[in-house]
């Protein structure tokens, strides 16, 4: 399971903090997993043995260090570069899937048997995915139980154990401690209370993100809250706030960004107003997709600093993050509406579908009112008030075609998608090319080698920085990024010149035209003769 346990000795003895997360490290003396940079003395190394995820140390029989908190390490970034059946799985157990729909709905998500699928996850990560999800939920009980005053029966149905005696087993085998135990380690000074142990309200978790160093929060942030849609969205400063719909209900989270000059372990402090506790696992995972918390930073400046001319840009601002998704489908609807016209134009659109066919909030936050349609709510807005859809027939249709395959099942955007099976059915839909589905796959699936090479700031910056800006020349340099051009894109996308695609606004992006915003077209292409193919092109502007 782990392929140099000699590298990852030397990883721990040195306390890097890189590798939290990777892998784990049990202590056959004490009985305890740490994460590697740990602050206790390193074992002897004929005392250790290592695992690659907290799951298998648990099954292996280890209980967390209360020390380091191993279960809190940023997840292992192999599974958000990966498109593999394991890879996919884990995103989707990451999303809460086992704790919805057991084991059996993760196997037929992936189309394969529950025995397959037990026999290539534990090959790969140790042990199966009920142990993965039984982990995942212990965490989100200590959560609860270290920043909310719910009763210990809350908690273990929120955080998706099945009754309060598994809860508390499961919580004296990984923590060594009961849950009241837990609680009481904490200082009731430093716990945030909910102020409210009524079952059916709004709760209100507060909790840090962690992830690995470099990391700017500025980047993502900022390109979040410039695009923000009215009504789901707002941004001040380096706080970011949207709504989101989770399976059980729905949650407002407000994400605010650590210094990035701090000494320290890296983090987000996250607030998450939750409708139904059961949901926390999910939103904590969606926030942490959407702000690619996930990434190694190091492992992709080392395969960037070779380039001679991509090297010096990255190395110049390491912490960069691509942006994602908390839901695939808004993000593909913004892709559309975003075809050709500006950043404020597709932010005002985009509001007005909002109001118009979105889901009001019984507790609006400030701004926050809303939660984005669902394919169901734009389908039937289309049919009975067609004036609202204020855009070209074409991309009209391509919105209700998106909205009508999502429904039926026949697009699936979420953790669990493959990129290329998602490219190749979005491209199937009128109206939609290669350039949003690639811009879906990189934002909604977190695919780390997505490259849109006819972009026109991606051949605006590249030109700028030596490199070829005909696309299928650009194409052809980044083969030596590989696996990591979703993040050469998001260095090049910050470039000034990138920038000025378009002149700026006071929002800090271009104000395109239909004539300045698209990228010339392959001549292979179709032409306005079909225009329900034809790829529509250019910096998408949601």
Same mark, same amino acid.
């Given at each position: 399971?782990?392929?140099?346990?000699?590298?990852?000795?030397?990883?721990?003895?040195?306390?890097?903090?890189?590798?939290?997360?990777?892998?784990?490290?049990?202590?056959?003396?004490?009985?305890?997993?740490?994460?590697?940079?740990?602050?206790?003395?390193?074992?002897?190394?004929?005392?250790?043995?290592?695992?690659?995820?907290?799951?298998?140390?648990?099954?292996?029989?280890?209980?967390?260090?209360?020390?380091?908190?191993?279960?809190?390490?940023?997840?292992?970034?192999?599974?958000?570069?990966?498109?593999?059946?394991?890879?996919?799985?884990?995103?989707?157990?990451?999303?809460?899937?086992?704790?919805?729909?057991?084991?059996?709905?993760?196997?037929?998500?992936?189309?394969?048997?529950?025995?397959?699928?037990?026999?290539?996850?534990?090959?790969?990560?140790?042990?199966?995915?009920?142990?993965?999800?039984?982990?995942?939920?212990?965490?989100?009980?200590?959560?609860?139980?270290?920043?909310?005053?719910?009763?210990?029966?809350?908690?273990?149905?929120?955080?998706?154990?099945?009754?309060?005696?598994?809860?508390?087993?499961?919580?004296?085998?990984?923590?060594?401690?009961?849950?009241?135990?837990?609680?009481?380690?904490?200082?009731?000074?430093?716990?945030?209370?909910?102020?409210?142990?009524?079952?059916?309200?709004?709760?209100?978790?507060?909790?840090?993100?962690?992830?690995?160093?470099?990391?700017?929060?500025?980047?993502?942030?900022?390109?979040?809250?410039?695009?923000?849609?009215?009504?789901?969205?707002?941004?001040?400063?380096?706080?970011?706030?949207?709504?989101?719909?989770?399976?059980?209900?729905?949650?407002?989270?407000?994400?605010?960004?650590?210094?990035?000059?701090?000494?320290?372990?890296?983090?987000?402090?996250?607030?998450?107003?939750?409708?139904?506790?059961?949901?926390?696992?999910?939103?904590?995972?969606?926030?942490?997709?959407?702000?690619?918390?996930?990434?190694?930073?190091?492992?992709?400046?080392?395969?960037?600093?070779?380039?001679?001319?991509?090297?010096?840009?990255?190395?110049?601002?390491?912490?960069?993050?691509?942006?994602?998704?908390?839901?695939?489908?808004?993000?593909?609807?913004?892709?559309?509406?975003?075809?050709?016209?500006?950043?404020?134009?597709?932010?005002?659109?985009?509001?007005?579908?909002?109001?118009?066919?979105?889901?009001?909030?019984?507790?609006?936050?400030?701004?926050?009112?809303?939660?984005?349609?669902?394919?169901? *709510? #734009?389908? /039937? &807005?289309? !049919?009975? @008030?067609?004036?609202?859809?204020?855009?070209?027939?074409? $991309? %009209?249709? =391509?919105?209700?075609?998106?909205?009508?395959?999502?429904?039926?099942?026949?697009?699936?955007?979420?953790?669990?998608?493959?990129?290329?099976?998602?490219?190749?059915?979005?491209?199937?839909?009128?109206?939609?090319?290669?350039?949003?589905?690639?811009?879906? *796959? #990189?934002? /909604? &699936?977190? !695919?780390? @080698?997505?490259?849109?090479?006819?972009?026109?700031?991606? $051949? %605006?910056? =590249?030109?700028?920085?030596?490199?070829?800006?005909?696309?299928?020349?650009?194409?052809?340099?980044?083969?030596?990024?590989?696996?990591?051009?979703?993040?050469?894109?998001?260095?090049?996308?910050?470039?000034?010149?990138?920038?000025?695609?378009?002149?700026?606004?006071?929002?800090?992006?271009?104000?395109?035209?239909?004539?300045?915003?698209?990228?010339?077209?392959?001549?292979?292409?179709?032409?306005?003769?079909?225009?329900?193919?034809?790829?529509?092109?250019?910096?998408?502007?949601?």
């Amino acid at each position: 399971m782990i392929e140099d346990p000699e590298r990852c000795y030397q990883a721990a003895h040195s306390k890097d903090a890189r590798f939290d997360g990777v892998f784990f490290i049990g202590v056959r003396t004490t009985g305890i997993y740490c994460r590697p940079s740990c602050p206790a003395r390193t074992p002897k190394r004929e005392n250790v043995r290592f695992y690659p995820s907290a799951a298998a140390a648990q099954q292996a029989g280890f209980r967390a260090c209360l020390r380091c908190r191993p279960d809190a390490t940023p997840g292992s970034p192999e599974w958000n570069l990966r498109a593999d059946t394991v890879a996919r799985a884990m995103r989707l157990i990451r999303d809460g899937i086992v704790d919805r729909e057991g084991v059996e709905g993760l196997a037929l998500r992936l189309g394969y048997s529950v025995r397959q699928l037990n026999r290539v996850v534990t090959a790969e990560v140790g042990t199966g995915p009920l142990a993965i999800a039984r982990a995942q939920r212990s965490q989100t009980a200590r959560i609860l139980l270290e920043t909310t005053d719910l009763p210990i029966t809350h908690v273990a149905f929120a955080a998706g154990f099945s009754s309060v005696r598994q809860c508390n087993e499961t919580v004296r085998q990984i923590f060594a401690d009961t849950p009241s135990g837990l609680r009481a380690r904490v200082a009731a000074a430093a716990r945030r209370r909910s102020g409210t142990r009524d079952e059916g309200a709004t709760q209100v978790i507060a909790l840090r993100l962690p992830c690995r160093r470099p990391f700017d929060p500025r980047s993502v942030l900022g390109f979040l809250g410039t695009r923000a849609v009215p009504g789901i969205e707002e941004a001040e400063g380096l706080t970011y706030r949207r709504s989101i719909r989770l399976p059980h209900g729905h949650a407002v989270v407000a994400l605010t960004g650590s210094d990035p000059a701090a000494d320290g372990p890296a983090f987000v402090e996250a607030e998450l107003r939750l409708s139904d506790l059961r949901d926390l696992t999910t939103a904590v995972s969606r926030c942490r997709q959407l702000l690619d918390l996930d990434a190694d930073p190091v492992a992709i400046l080392e395969a960037f600093r070779p380039d001679p001319l991509l090297g010096a840009l990255v190395q110049a601002d390491p912490g960069r993050r691509v942006p994602g998704a908390v839901d695939g489908f808004e993000l593909a609807v913004r892709a559309v509406i975003g075809q050709q016209v500006s950043v404020v134009g597709a932010r005002t659109i985009a509001g007005r579908l909002v109001r118009a066919a979105g889901e009001p909030l019984a507790e609006p936050a400030g701004g926050i009112t809303h939660l984005f349609p669902t394919p169901g *709510a #734009l389908i /039937a &807005l289309a !049919d009975d @008030d067609p004036a609202v859809f204020s855009m070209p027939t074409g $991309r %009209r249709r =391509a919105l209700v075609a998106l909205a009508e395959a999502t429904e039926s099942g026949a697009v699936l955007i979420d953790p669990g998608a493959d990129p290329a099976e998602l490219r190749a059915a979005l491209v199937r839909l009128p109206g939609i090319g290669p350039w949003t589905a690639e811009y879906v *796959a #990189l934002r /909604a &699936l977190r !695919d780390p @080698d997505a490259f849109m090479p006819t972009d026109l700031g991606i $051949r %605006r910056a =590249a030109r700028a920085l030596g490199l070829p800006d005909d696309p299928a020349l650009l194409l052809a340099r980044t083969e030596g990024w590989r696996p990591w051009r979703s993040y050469a894109m998001v260095h090049l996308w910050g470039m000034p010149d990138a920038q000025k695609a378009a002149a700026p606004t006071a929002l800090g992006t271009r104000p395109s035209t239909a004539a300045t915003s698209q990228n010339t077209l392959s001549k292979k292409q179709p032409t306005e003769k079909q225009p329900s193919k034809k790829p529509l092109k250019g910096r998408d502007a949601a």
